[in-house]
């Protein structure tokens, strides 16, 4: 129940009068919070698709069960981009990036990996927030087939409205 | 011909010596150029995803002909923001991007249209950057399911990395 929750508080400030949090209140809790630690703070275009991850409604806002999510997840990205980034440089290596993919459990063609790595490239690195994007990106998109495969057929059918609805946002 | 157009050149002066644009060499390019006017420069994603737009081969790169193309597309969304954009604020209102996407000849349903201009809003107004960002979107969403909606149905399928592939880089 959100009232006992030690984060219910803190999500209420952040949230502000109309009790739901938006990109450019999420972008400004994240940056304070520390999140990113020693890397560059989120863009605000990070933080736009972070919210659409959840965003089930498409408010482009986001409540406190879907706040505590995203922290969850947020902390378990961190968590695998340190333990690739040794030297704290900021960045990973494409391979690094693949690596990680493969390992939060996708299965991909090594086409589809292929190019999923170079658009979060920078220089043939991958900085923090363009891997959390990746990563965020990955999960919405995967979860918005995976809610339409229900009998697990690997394919998925599409109106052109639903289509659009389900990916402009990411 | 290419070697007869006189942006050919220029071209070859961006792309340098692997001959091919990446989203750093068209951001340099059209915030020098400026494309943008009196506005905020482009942002490095709004240039990756003008770069995923048209690129079939899903290199992260454009080639020559792209870059015509981008140019061509680039100016009438320029000229069309600042239609609407009549006090050269830099922004245009909610209403008027839905007016303008209504133009450009997509059809989409309220629930549909109204998320999008959600999404590329920020307090309620819509910038130059988001407003390219949000056309070059829908534009290459669109193109994804024209090209396999062959039949006209207004429905497609899609296998799982078909779907990432599709829209992961735009
Ligand atoms: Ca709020
Ligand atoms: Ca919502
Ligand atoms: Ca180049």
Redesign the interface.
């Known amino acids: 129940y959100a009232e006992g929750d030690p984060l219910w508080s803190y999500f209420r400030a952040v949230a502000g009068q109309d009790g739901e949090i938006d990109s450019?209140e999420l972008q400004r809790c994240l940056t304070q919070a520390g999140i990113h630690g020693t890397y560059t703070p989120f863009?605000?275009?990070t933080c736009?698709i972070m919210i659409?991850m959840l965003d089930m409604d498409?408010?482009?806002k986001m409540g406190f069960n879907e706040f505590k999510e995203l922290l969850s997840a947020l902390n378990a990205w961190k968590q695998n981009f340190c333990t690739f980034d040794r030297d704290r440089s900021g960045t990973v290596e494409p391979h690094e990036l693949n690596q990680a993919i493969l390992a939060m459990g996708y299965r991909?063609?090594p086409?589809?990996l292929?190019?999923?790595v170079?658009?979060y490239s920078?220089?043939a690195r991958i900085y923090f927030d363009d891997y959390v994007a990746?990563c965020v990106?990955?999960r919405a998109?995967?979860d918005v087939?995976r809610r339409r495969?229900t009998m697990q057929q690997?394919?998925?059918?599409?109106?052109?409205?639903d289509?659009?609805?389900s990916?402009?946002?990411?």
């Open positions: 450019e863009s605000l275009e736009r659409s498409h408010t482009g991909l063609n086409a589809t292929n190019s999923i170079k658009r920078k220089n990746c990106k990955l998109l995967t087939f495969d690997g394919f998925v059918n599409f109106m052109y409205d289509f659009l609805q990916t402009m946002a990411i």
